[in-house]
């Protein structure tokens, strides 16, 4: 399959996407009927989401901002002023292994403080009454199982677990700190995080299960990403084109995105649970 990250691709200006913001009503002419509030907005999702056979959910790093994860290309994305992007690579492994596991320890110390947020625990909610729903994460920190979502297709591997260079076997390790440089248990190789970095292709299996979903979704659901890295950020797009109807949670939405119909312009957090009342 070899889909690459990294490509800088956004997902395009268009007509007919609205924005709603959280602040208060305002008008906005947008392609969903009546919809000038955020409430309005609300109500016409959650009647969507009502009748929905399938629906496709994608998160990025905003889903947990609430829950105190940095986000990647936020004024907290830094590291050592190191950019998560310059150490998020294998030739960054390759030329100083100690230095990104270094990073990658900080930031399991980090998530291994931070609890599921109310946005979290409301896909999960929306899971049990959805039996056809795919949440499909771009997150590597674990909180959507941990809010009690059942099998979340997570497209950038998971920070606790680990993956031998030498024998390539895969286990979870939750130490913190981790010795380093980290040391498999069968073959003594030297062990790397599982995460998919930038340059490097996504897992065959999760790539259908995600491209599937959002193909096949009515409702789709785009939350807390910037949709600058492929291929996740073309998922709203085919859902859309196939004819799905497209949300998307974020406080920047634009709301002007080809694959959006509706921009909720508020935090995961505080729209989500308003998505899938209890
Ligand atoms: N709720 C919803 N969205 C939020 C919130 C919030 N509380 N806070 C911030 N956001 C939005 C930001 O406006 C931004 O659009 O979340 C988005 C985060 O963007 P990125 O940091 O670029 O994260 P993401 O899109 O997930 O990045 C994709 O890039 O570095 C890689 O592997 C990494 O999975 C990551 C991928």
Redesign the pocket.
Known sequence: MGAGRGGQHGTGAAQGGQTVGARGPQKDEGSVPGADTLEDAIAKVRERLARAGHVAVLT????S??SGVP????ED?LWRNHR??DL?TPEAFARDPKLVWEWYDWRRGLIAGCVPNPGHKALAGLEEREPGLTLVT??VDGLHALAGSRDPVEM?GNIWKVRCTGCQRVSEDRRVPIPILPHCGVCGGVLRPHIVWFGEALDPGILERAFGAFEYADVALI???????QP?ASLAGIARRAGAFVVE????AAGDAAAVDVALAG???EVLPRLVPD
Do not use: I, L
């Open positions: 990025g790093a905003g889903m901002a609430e986000t990647f290309r936020g994305g998560a992007e998020a771009q997150n950038h939350v807390g990403t910037s949709g600058v890295v996740a949670v974020n406080p920047d935090k995961a957090g």
